[in-house]
């Protein structure tokens, strides 16, 4: 091979390097990602469904003033914007490998969408820009386990949303006993 043709391929090469380096840095920018989500909670258009209690969950524990309370949160997003915003709040602290892990449900099935461990004020967001797209969600439900990559919910239920009139016609809540 020619040397012309040696430097012409170590160029491409680098340069295709230096590309993927910058879509990398991009597409894991955690300050972005953040901002983005920021604004899909602040605008005039974001479609919001609350996140409540799942019913037989057991009672929280006595706590100390100013730690985390009643479990509570929200599914957010903005017609046309391929951005799925879970806030959560109130959310007792994990230990270990555990999460809470953040499932999304449309008529293609379960979707985790991600694991999040809460901060001091027991506060966690999960972004999910992949599918399912937003406004084809169902219903959200919140667990807390180790997240083992199951789409599937699993671990202790802590919150849950299921709205029937955007799901296939035989559609039912999420059975915790069941695991369907």
């Known amino acids: 091979m020619p040397k012309a043709s040696r430097l012409a391929v170590a160029l491409a090469l680098v340069a295709a390097l230096a590309w993927l380096g910058f879509r990398a840095v991009h597409a894991f920018d955690q300050g972005r990602h953040a ?75 379960w979707t985790l969408a991600g694991a999040a461990r809460p901060g001091p004020d027991g506060a966690a967001q999960v972004r999910s820009a992949a599918e399912p797209r937003p406004p084809t969600i169902y219903e959200v439900v919140v667990t807390r386990a180790v997240d083992d990559a199951t789409s599937i919910p699993h671990g202790q239920p802590v919150l849950q949303w299921f709205d029937a009139s955007l799901g296939p016609p035989r559609a039912r809540p999420f059975d915790f006993a069941r695991g369907v």
Not at 52 to 62: A, F, L
Not at 82 to 96: A, Q, T
């Open 35 to 109: 901002g983005e989500a920021a604004a899909v909670l602040s605008a005039p258009d974001t479609v919001t469904y609350r996140l409540s209690p799942v019913s037989g969950r057991t009672p929280p524990q006595p706590r100390d003033p100013g730690a985390p309370g009643t479990p509570g949160g929200r599914l957010a997003y903005r017609p046309g914007v391929w951005l799925s915003v879970v806030d959560l709040e109130g959310l007792d602290p994990v230990d270990g490998d555990a999460r809470y892990l953040v499932f999304l449900r449309n008529w293609a099935g």
